[in-house]
């Protein structure tokens, strides 16, 4: 009886160990931390024990369950931890009862705050994939924007979406589980978006055509993440789930509006509005210029992570449809796991100031007097560099 009972309660602990643990945010991240973690088997053991570093006790907290779209057997968790103390390395166990950590970010800028951006992830092939986590992690980042076309899983048959695209899902899950962490052993919150290739149809569909998406990511289409009184982080949906004017736009137009005193603003989205292939007058570039762009001259949006064309670019600053040193710097464009980058065809337009073929991930790191931008290709080294300094205006 005792073997037969040590038996079932490993059967048990099997069914429910994390097939992967991710961290992201819907409030301050100054304060709270959405912890997630995906298992095989039910969706019973919710709860969560945490506790700042150098603490005895444990807090528990009880988050929800969801089982995964088309797959009843596989379930999504979920708790959000608010209350947290700021700039504090905290230790949590989910239902495997293994110690793992993160480290919320200060109130102010204390501190340089540093994150990667990339996008267009997992095309299939694992190894520059990995490789260039590895190397992104390995500069200690605060946190990850995540650019859209994650899985690419937009063109699969609705029976394929179904199958080989949750278990495209699952792979990416896992492996950022095992290479996203810095060498202080901290999970890399992320904050991503959708690209095209996120979404059955890829274009012109709802939330309903991207279940994986937004199962796993309840900030939805698009969203705002703020922290404290000096960064604004506005993650926008350029076309797939959402239509790039209408509601959003609206929706845009306020949320810079009332965050015109945050000195640093920035805009993530998938499509190009300054492309480094495509054409100049690419249907939803042409929209996201005359609809989203007008409000980043206005508000002063220090830069625009732009994805999609599988190159990698920066333009010159612009504001009004000009070159102009106060203006948004609009950086891009998705090759963090395309194992062919392109060339750019547009390297001798105007706005551009430079344009590859290259794998990269991009690391920004802000201060109160400036913003650095560095991209590091896949041997690590960094092969461009840029400056962006606080205006006055922006102070």
Not at 53 to 75: D, H, L, Q, R
Not at 169 to 191: A, H, K, S, Y
Not at 322 to 334: A, F, L, N, S, W
């Amino acid at each position: 009886m005792r073997y037969l009972f040590l038996f079932l309660w490993w059967f048990s602990l099997e069914a429910t160990l994390p097939l992967s643990v991710y961290l992201t945010w819907q409030g301050n991240p100054a304060t709270t931390m959405s912890v997630n973690w995906v298992t095989t088997g039910g969706g019973e053991d919710n709860t969560i024990e945490y506790r700042p570093i150098g603490e005895v006790y444990w807090i528990k907290a009880v988050g929800s369950s969801t089982p995964m779209p088309f797959n009843g057997g596989i379930w999504i968790h979920r708790a959000s931890l608010t209350g947290l103390h700021p700039e504090t390395r905290y230790e949590f166990q989910v239902v495997d009862r293994t110690s793992r950590f993160f480290q919320t970010l200060p109130k102010t800028l204390s501190r340089p705050i540093r994150f990667l951006v990339g996008g267009d992830i997992y095309t299939g092939a694992i190894a520059d994939f990995k490789k260039l986590n590895i190397i992104g992690a390995a500069t200690n980042p605060d946190f990850v924007l995540i650019g859209g076309d994650i899985t690419y899983t937009g063109k699969f048959s609705e029976k394929e979406f179904a199958t080989k695209g949750l278990n495209k899902w699952l792979d990416w899950l896992r492996i950022w589980t095992e290479t996203m962490v810095t060498p202080q052993g901290n999970m890399i919150p992320f904050l991503p978006i959708l690209g095209n290739e996120d979404v059955l149809g890829c274009y012109n569909g709802d939330p309903s055509k991207s279940p994986y998406f937004y199962a796993l990511f309840p900030n939805g289409g698009y969203y705002v993440i703020d922290c404290g009184d000096y960064l604004s982080i506005v993650c926008l949906d350029s076309g797939h789930t959402h239509a790039v004017d209408g509601e959003q736009k609206t929706w845009l137009a306020d949320t810079l509006k009332n965050r015109a005193a945050i000195p640093h603003k920035f805009a993530l989205y998938h499509v190009p509005a300054w492309p480094s292939r495509r054409k100049f007058n690419y249907s939803l570039s042409v929209a996201i210029r005359e609809h989203w762009v007008p409000y980043f001259d206005t508000y002063q949006v220090a830069a625009g992570f732009e994805h999609h064309d599988h190159c990698y670019k920066r333009t010159k600053c612009l504001k009004n449809g000009q070159i102009d040193p106060q203006g948004t710097v609009y950086m891009g464009d998705g090759t963090w796991g395309i194992v062919k980058p392109r060339a750019p065809k547009n390297h001798s337009i105007w706005y551009l100031e430079k344009a590859q073929a290259a794998q990269y991930v991009l690391l920004v790191t802000i201060t109160t007097q400036e913003r650095r931008y560095e991209a590091m290709g896949l041997d690590g080294k960094v092969f461009d560099t840029f400056t962006q300094p606080l205006h006055e205006s922006n102070l």
